[in-house]
């Protein structure tokens, strides 16, 4: 950030207790794993109870299940010359509502100084990456990032987290989001059709709040929200779409209850997590499920006639971050803030070109209704408009290759 930090990390840890002999030893393997950057074995060990155990372990762990250790260079970087970014008025309106939970017992001042500090890594990712688009409640993840890693280091894990793991929340527009909310409801239809009956009638916005955030907005416990990340860290971009699934399923006693014609009701219920998680079984079991049902075998919910495949998987886009995570654990190391770049000018481009595909079949769509055209002469309409904006992509739009 071209400065030194205004404050430590959190140092005290969230454990008070001392650690057990079985604790110790998990964190002599975390470590290393992160002295031979092995990060299969780094992957289980954030996954497997307890996570990364302290708070001291995880500032040596995240940068590297991150790829951000090895951009040490970039601490010169600065930002405060770079032109202001467009959101800006949005970050210190929400900067300014942060630290509600957490950390506990701080004066004023050493709150404000943390404010200070979040407002400066959220400014300067976004001045030297202004393609990245704000939304709120990016501040409640940045500031997770920041009270563990501390400012310097938070500043090197904030780019790589916003343009490889979360990008699909930073496009120009929120369609990024919808096959994360459709891929939620795949999973659920195809764990457990039941429940998935019973919700048919809600729309799952009900899970932007807590899979927007990564559960920042919604975790009140410090300790929690920091295990949490060593989970969500160590796996990739879908497991949090996993995790809201499975919090679902815990509460399917409750949810079955309610009218399955009374979507409201179940909105509220679904709309709040419930308190208090049991975080270990939620990890467990969401592992388990990732492995039984990966995102390429789950079924397409019955959504209509518009729907072209079987599997909810293939309507993802390749430059999604829910497929350039996927697969090989290695890949997000491997991918830089360039690649980042690249994927999101491609991904931006596809929606873009999807959403004046949605426009003109929908133009021709209420031309037929007007003219009260025939459906085959409607049809063919559809056809011919829908090949026009083909051909003319195909002519005007220049290829973008990574």
Known sequence: MGRQDFLPPLTASWRLEPLSPAEKDKVHRILRACRDRDLDEL??????????????????????????????HATNTEWS????????????????????????????ERRNDRKHELSGVIIGTLRQHPILHYFQGYHDIVQVLLLVLGANTAALAVPRLSLLRIRDFMLPTMSGTEPHLDLIKAILYTVDPVLASQLSRTQPFFALSATLTL????????????????FLLASEAAMSLYLFAVIVMSRKEELLELEADEPEMLLVVLSKLPKPLDLE??????????TRYPPESLSQPPMGSWSLSSRAWSRVSGDSVLKTTHGDPHKLAKQSLTDGELMFDRHAAEIKRAEVWKRQVLQTRRLAKRCQWPATYTAAAVIIAVMALLLRRSIFQPTITA
Request: proline share 4%; hydrophobic share 30%; no cysteine.
């Open 43 to 72: 992957r289980g060990l954030g996954t497997t109870e307890g996570g990364l155990i302290e708070d001291e372990v995880r500032r040596t762990a995240w940068p590297i299940l991150l790829g951000s250790d090895q951009d040490q």
């Open 215 to 230: 559960y920042a907005h919604d975790i009140e416990a410090y300790g929690d929200i920091a295990r949490l990340y060593d």
């Open 81 to 108: 010359s770079l032109p202001g970014h467009r959101d800006e008025h949005q970050v210190e309106l929400d900067v300014n509502r942060s630290f509600v939970y957490y950390p506990e017992d701080e004066t004023e």
């Open 281 to 290: 079984s939620l990890i467990r079991y969401t592992s388990e499920i990732f």
